[in-house]
Nanobody
Framework: QVQLQESGPGLVKPSQTLSLTCTVSGGSITTNYYYWSWIRQPPGKGLEWMGAIAYSGSTYYSPSLKSRTSISRDTSKNQFTLQLSSVTPEDTAVYYC??????????????WGQGTLVTVSS
C-alpha cells in the first residue's frame, strides 16, 4: 500500500525558507488521478491545507499562503517538495504530506504521512 514520509530540518530561522520533502512508496505520484498535498497544524490549532501537486504536475495553493509557497516534484525519486519562504514563528507547526482524490479538501485525503514538527526560531 502507499506510504508517505516527510523529511527535512526541524528548526528554521525566521526569514529563511522552510523546505520539506515527501517520499512516496508503494505507488507513483504520477498515477491518475491523485493529488499530493501539504497540510500543517500549528500547536493548539486545526489543520490547514497549504497546497497540492496533481498527478499531471499542476499545482494548487491556498490563497492565504500562495505568495510564499511553492510545491514541486521529482518523478525519478517519487518525491514532492514544499518550500515556504519568509517564515516567522507563526509558521511553527507539524507538517504533513498526504494523498487524495481532490485538492484543497481535507475530507478527501486518504493516506497521510506521520508528520514532522518544524519550529521557526532564532
Amino acid at each position: 500500500q502507499v506510504q508517505l514520509q516527510e523529511s527535512g530540518p526541524g528548526l528554521v530561522k525566521p526569514s529563511q525558507t522552510l523546505s520539506l520533502t515527501c517520499t512516496v512508496s508503494g505507488g507513483s505520484i504520477t498515477t491518475n488521478y491523485y493529488y499530493w498535498s501539504w497540510i500543517r497544524q500549528p500547536p493548539g490549532k486545526g489543520l490547514e491545507w497549504m497546497g497540492a501537486i496533481a498527478y499531471s504536475g499542476s499545482t494548487y495553493y491556498s490563497p492565504s499562503l500562495k505568495s510564499r509557497t511553492s510545491i514541486s516534484r521529482d518523478t525519478s525519486k517519487n518525491q514532492f517538495t514544499l518550500q515556504l519562504s519568509s517564515v516567522t514563528p507563526e509558521d511553527t507547526a507539524v507538517y504533513y504530506c498526504a494523498r487524495g482524490l481532490v485538492a484543497a479538501d481535507l475530507r478527501y485525503l486518504e493516506v497521510w504521512g506521520q508528520g514532522t514538527l518544524v519550529t521557526v526560531s532564532s
